[in-house]
């Protein structure tokens, strides 16, 4: 099996509900990462049957019933899109940073036994480790203890609820419950999504658990592609690229000369390998200097010395590499920083690989060096309007649309 189907027999063999609430959707992210090997059980984790995540500070709307989380990982882009978002609103959610928040220890003798006898009947025909039957058992211990909390607050003030994302953990679980008790839920979109063809990464969870009434998407390319996988349109709705909405125009005169080249991420090391490769035979036509993904630095760093490339230093953000005019244009592989440099005025391509399906954007794929040269060649004398780059923009993540006040205060 691949991975997406790896995920999904996990997924459904640990099913479990608690007071309406499906924990197999709280806890998703972590199910894939242990259908695909990355997590195992450690008796450490025992002790979280006994400890919740403490819900006591929870701030709560007093006038306008809008409430908003922010999640419990404290992403540094991820926070900067939620706080432009909400500080455009015209009527302001009171806001929790979730990663802010604390456990609590607990003790529910009761329902640890309740679980632990019918969690041991239903997960005895799984083909997962005992001990890996366990880790479920206690995560979904620690999940219930965490609803318990919840049920002692009084949300009847809540009208409306935003979250960063309704996939992951705790705001999963707020989504469910708070859509339970007939609070409208919305929840943001953190990049570019669509549906995977191939090789299927954890961003297909999103698609796969759904659980706000509204997920607030940037461009009308993600609408049409839930949309295709069977996800209601009217829970879908386009609210435009939060990240800016200023467009630098393209050199007048462009050589196509020195060239940042954005990689993908360690999962696809070989990918990446593969294109080096191929420029490392041009680096007497062009200037090549390597943006490496941030988990990946050092495996890049080794090889942009051992192949004299040049490397963008390791803490440099993408944007500022944007600024200035330093560079021609940008090769993208496998990432959405593709619809950035448009946006900075820089033309992209992409190098194509069969591991990973081509995002919504120009025609632009090139596998082979003859392929390279001649989609270089054809934009030197052909080069895309800034007009079309828009509309591209437009479609693919809602570049110039900005509808997130009038979607959820309208």
């Known amino acids: 099996m691949d991975k997406y189907q790896n995920f999904l027999y996990l997924y459904n063999k ?24 990355k997590r195992s059980f450690t008796w450490h984790h025992f002790f979280k049957m006994f400890v919740a995540f403490s819900l006591k ?41 979730l990663f802010d928040f604390k456990k609590k220890v607990c003790f529910h003798p009761l329902l640890i036994i309740k ?13 997962i480790p005992f001990t890996s039957k366990l880790h479920w058992i206690v995560e979904y211990i620690y999940l219930e203890n965490t609803i318990l909390e919840l049920n002692k607050i009084d949300i009847s003030r809540v009208r409306k609820y935003l979250c960063m994302s309704h996939v992951l953990d705790i705001e999963n679980l707020l989504t469910q419950y708070l859509r339970q008790k007939g609070v409208i839920t919305y929840s943001l979109q953190d990049g570019i999504y669509y549906i995977f063809k191939k090789n299927a990464v954890v961003g297909s969870v999103a698609y796969n658990i759904f659980a706000a009434d509204h997920l607030l998407c940037w461009g009308q390319y993600t609408k049409d592609e ?43 090391g070989d990918v990446n390998t593969k294109l080096l490769n191929i420029l490392s035979s041009l680096k007497t036509q062009f200037e090549f200097v390597l943006k490496s993904h941030p988990n990946n630095f050092d495996v890049i760093d080794s090889y942009a010395k051992k192949h004299s490339f040049g490397l963008v230093p390791k803490g440099v953000a ?22 950035e440099s448009w946006i900075a005025g820089l033309p992209s391509i992409r190098y194509f690989d069969d591991r990973f399906d081509v995002f919504y954007g120009f025609d632009d794929s090139f596998s082979t060096e003859d392929e ?4 270089v060649d054809e934009y030197r004398n052909h080069p895309k309007t800034d007009e079309e780059v828009k509309k591209m923009l437009e479609y693919a993540i809602g570049f110039g649309i900005n509808r997130y006040d009038a979607i959820v205060n309208g």
């Open 14 to 37: 640990i099913a479990y509900i608690y007071q309406g609430i499906k924990l197999n959707d709280v806890s998703a992210v972590k199910i894939w990462g242990a259908a695909n090997g």
């Open 372 to 375: 390279f040269l001649k989609l």
């Open 57 to 97: 500070d929870l701030k709560l709307p007093v006038n306008n019933g809008f409430l908003a989380t922010f999640m419990d990982n404290k992403r540094a882009d991820h926070l900067n899109l939620f706080n432009r978002v909400v500080d455009n609103f015209s009527s302001l959610p009171t806001i929790n940073y």
């Open 226 to 268: 839930y949309t295709s996988w069977g996800i209601d349109s009217s829970r879908l709705s386009v609210a435009g690229y939060p990240k800016g909405n200023l467009q630098t125009k393209q050199k007048n005169s462009n050589k196509y000369y020195k060239c940042l080249v954005m990689l993908a991420g360690p999962n696809f």
């Open 115 to 127: 679980t632990f006898v019918r969690l041991i009947k239903d997960f005895r025909h799984i083909g």
């Open 318 to 339: 993408l944007t500022s590499c944007f600024e200035g005019g330093e560079y021609d244009f940008c090769i993208a592989v496998n990432t959405t920083s593709y619809y």
